[in-house]
């Protein structure tokens, strides 16, 4: 996935967000099978276990099955038909998700060659806050950034003022 491209700024960004709000002694449950980013973690000596490429639409066992500190779920809600199952299911008190957010300029991403490698959703960052409300999230803190390209056209320069990249940290309401 990041053959020619990485995404150093979204990285940079996500590992201070979590390093504000977690200390490196909390375990994490990050959705998703491992990543570079998740490498990234545990190379900043948080102790994280990835899911295992099972379908967390269908099957969310590991929720049931996993007790972490925090789950996080960097750039995977976007890919997944039904989030709101997802959310009630986790037995964890703390939550990361980072989104890419909706731009009204460009379409919905979809890989012609990846069947996982497209976007379902694609939040603004309101749809985001409501559905983990409904869910039982309290949000605590929330940050958006921009993803500039170094490229010439006018989506170019759209993207270079903005928000692509919304983050939110949330504590299950008790």
């Known amino acids: ?49 990835n899911t295992t490429g099972e379908d967390l639409d269908t099957d969310q066992t590991v929720l049931s099955n996993e007790k972490q500190d925090v789950v996080t779920a960097f750039e995977i809600f976007e890919h997944l038909l039904n989030p709101f199952t997802i959310l009630k299911e986790i037995k964890s008190d703390k939550l990361f998700i980072s989104i890419p957010m909706r731009l009204w300029f460009s379409p919905a991403y979809r890989s012609k060659t990846d069947m996982w490698d497209r976007h379902y959703h694609e939040f603004e960052d309101w749809q985001l806050d409501w559905l983990l409300e409904k869910t039982g999230w309290k949000i605590i803190d929330r940050e958006k950034w921009t993803n500039p390209v170094k490229k010439f056209g006018i989506r170019p320069l759209l993207r270079k003022f903005t928000n692509r990249y919304y983050i939110v940290y949330a504590e299950k309401i008790k």
């Open 1 to 49: 996935m990041y053959e020619k491209t990485f995404p150093n700024k979204r990285f940079k960004h996500t590992l201070e967000f979590l390093k504000k709000h977690i200390s490196s002694n909390e375990t994490i449950l990050d959705l998703g099978v491992e990543n570079p980013f998740s490498k990234i973690m545990k190379s900043e000596g948080f102790a994280v276990k």
